[in-house]
């Protein structure tokens, strides 16, 4: 039996995100409120780094509110990219300039995560709020989003942002893409007195092993 519905909002956005807090921010700066639906009770950064290029850059521009002036405060313009090949005893070498493909920075994700959620108003983003599944209401084909805590929302617009194993995808009927397996580690290191590296990204490449580094800050380097 369906939980009594005891509310009803305009527009509510599946995850908080980096893609779910850029999406609430764009409709706040349009004059349009929205609702961010976290089932975490905090917000979260999966992964370390991120490298945003230039059509990236113009995107955070366009989010306005300083967000991408935040960001490029702690995230180092990166010149070139040195690639580096292993064979053997054989090592080939090739550097590229960035010059002509435009801004590309390394920012952290907790970064890119935060910039945008300081920027939107207070009770945007509802924490612990777990979607277990949608439903289509038919009198008004609006969407009935019922949470594991027993509450029921009703939707006038639902934006799915929730990425893999999504409950809006599953909703759709969309079928998630087929992902090659891989394995993948990053983080970064710390250096209190600074690291001294150039502004570049390093690639070693051997086999199918592939090991990154670049700068994020002066005293950050991300691997």
């Not at 108003?121 to 969407?143: A, M, R, W």
Request: hydrophobic share 45%; proline share 2%.
């Amino acid at each position: 039996m369906d939980h009594a519905i005891f509310e009803d909002l305009d527009v509510v956005i599946v995850s908080g995100g980096i893609c779910g807090l850029a999406t609430a921010l764009a409709l706040h700066r349009e004059g349009m409120k929205s609702v961010v639906m976290e089932r975490s009770e905090a917000l979260r950064a999966t992964g370390g780094g991120i490298a945003i290029q230039a059509n990236g850059w113009r995107a955070l521009d366009e989010l306005g509110l300083g967000v991408a002036s935040k960001l490029r405060l702690n995230a180092i313009l990166l010149e070139k990219v040195r690639d580096i090949f292993l064979n053997g005893s054989k090592r080939l070498e090739e550097l590229t300039s960035f010059s002509n493909i435009g801004e590309i920075r390394c920012v952290k994700r907790s970064d890119l995560i935060e910039a945008p959620a300081q920027d939107l108003p207070l009770g945007t983003i509802g924490f612990g709020c777990q979607i277990l599944y949608v439903k289509l209401d038919t009198n008004s084909c609006f969407t009935i989003l019922h949470l594991n805590n027993g509450n029921t929302i009703r939707a006038k617009v639902l934006i799915g942002c929730d990425g893999a194993n999504s409950v809006v995808a599953d909703f759709l009927e969309l079928k998630p893409m087929k992902l090659h397996s891989s394995c993948v580690v990053r983080g970064f290191t710390y250096f209190p007195n600074g690291h001294g590296f150039a502004h570049e990204l390093v690639r070693t490449r051997r086999d199918n092993t592939l090991f990154g580094m670049a700068p994020v800050k002066e005293k950050v380097k991300c691997v």
